[in-house]
């Protein structure tokens, strides 16, 4: 069961502490993926190379030992090697707006092996005419695989966007057919 921190903190900006953000970089049959965390849970995980809405990693910690970041990487070695269906990590989105947070909530109930379309996410999080909107959040998703925007297609079935690339997209969804 994942577990997200995805709600908004009541405090002012200047007001709020600013957590330590450690980072690795892991193999994985898609090339590096960077991996990032603070000690409240997974801040996000990119592909180090062709990844759009990268974040500048450079203020962020080296902690290859770091225990968020080392579940992280055994797990996603284990969904690679057709060993697990669902992630079960905390995470601690740093980013963005209230709507991307629902947006991205929404796709965890995606479950594996399975696909949805940008229209039924906005009916998900109930509005149905933000398919547009939707898109672009899920485009900025910081949680890519573990929160699973390569699991939404267009309306027709047809492979559209994703920040990692469409070649990385279409390995997902066979990846996941094939281990269903």
Known sequence: MMRSSLSKSHLPMHLMPTPRV?????????????LAA???????????????????????????????????????AAYFNGQRQAFELNLATHWGTPFQRRVWQALTQIPFGQT???????????????????????????????????????ANGSLTGFAGGLHRKQYLLHHEALHT
């Not at 990268?54 to 990487?73: E, G, I, K, N, R």
């Not at 949805?116 to 695989?145: D, E, L, M, T, W």
């Open 38 to 76: 603070t000690d409240a849970g997974l801040v996000g995980v990119w592909f180090v190379q062709g990844q759009v809405h990268m974040p500048d990693s450079s203020p962020w910690l080296s902690q290859d030992q770091h225990p968020v970041l080392l579940s992280t990487a055994d797990q996603l």
């Open 116 to 154: 949805s379309s940008y229209g039924q996410i906005a009916h998900a999080i109930g509005n149905p005419k933000a398919v547009r909107a939707v898109g672009a959040a899920i485009g900025q998703n910081p949680h890519s695989i573990v929160v699973p925007c390569h699991r939404v297609l267009g």
């Open 22 to 34: 450690y980072q690795t970089k892991r193999p994985s049959p898609l090339g590096d993926i960077l």
